[in-house]
């Protein structure tokens, strides 16, 4: 079953309108026609054997978190019991404040029956802040494609 969101319903950050399908039994809010129609197309390879997994906004960290001061850099999986969980820094006493890691979601991470994985970004234009992502994704996980389908 298909829901429309009408415009103007809500706090307007996109010019897309929302779709919702159910997803395994549960609603699910696409932030476009586009995507919504992909989903589709995909549930439909799933059916015909083409496709064994679709998964939903697969999320991919491209830069850990960390805390800097004095010229050293602290990253949270390498120091995590003796500096994240203090909040001061180790030379000086200072606080250290906490840079968030960068993450890249991706709309679809599909899985074919022969193994290999894609990655699916639906796009009606590219921004700057996703190419540079797409450029950092690519770098780190050279072994996965990254499809960008334009609409």
Same mark, same amino acid.
């Given at each position: 079953?298909?829901?429309?969101?009408?415009?103007?319903?809500?706090?307007?950050?996109?010019?897309?309108?929302?779709?919702?399908?159910?997803?395994?039994?549960?609603?699910?809010?696409?932030?476009?026609?586009?995507?919504?129609?992909?989903?589709?197309?995909?549930?439909?390879?799933?059916?015909?054997?083409?496709?064994?997994?679709? !998964?939903?906004?697969?999320? $991919?960290?491209?830069?850990?978190?960390?805390? #800097?001061?004095?010229?050293?850099? *602290?990253? &949270?999986?390498?120091?995590?019991?003796?500096?994240?969980?203090?909040?001061?820094?180790?030379?000086?006493?200072?606080?250290?404040?906490?840079?968030?890691?960068?993450?890249?979601?991706?709309?679809?991470?599909?899985?074919?029956?022969?193994?290999?994985?894609?990655? !699916?970004?639906?796009?009606? $234009?590219?921004?700057?802040?996703?190419?540079? #992502?797409?450029?950092?994704?690519? *770098?780190? &996980?050279?072994?996965?494609?990254?499809?960008?389908?334009?609409?």
């Amino acid at each position: 079953m298909i829901w429309h969101k009408k415009r103007g319903t809500g706090p307007r950050v996109k010019n897309a309108q929302k779709t919702t399908l159910d997803v395994d039994g549960q609603p699910h809010t696409f932030p476009s026609k586009a995507e919504a129609a992909r989903y589709l197309q995909l549930k439909c390879l799933e059916k015909a054997g083409i496709v064994t997994r679709i !998964e939903l906004q697969p999320e $991919f960290e491209l830069q850990p978190a960390y805390k #800097k001061c004095h010229g050293v850099v *602290f990253t &949270y999986e390498e120091d995590y019991k003796r500096l994240f969980k203090k909040a001061t820094c180790p030379v000086c006493g200072k606080k250290m404040p906490l840079t968030r890691a960068i993450t890249y979601v991706a709309d679809f991470r599909v899985t074919y029956t022969d193994g290999h994985q894609e990655l !699916e970004d639906i796009k009606g $234009f590219s921004t700057e802040i996703f190419l540079l #992502k797409k450029k950092l994704f690519e *770098f780190k &996980y050279p072994d996965l494609t990254l499809d960008v389908v334009k609409v």
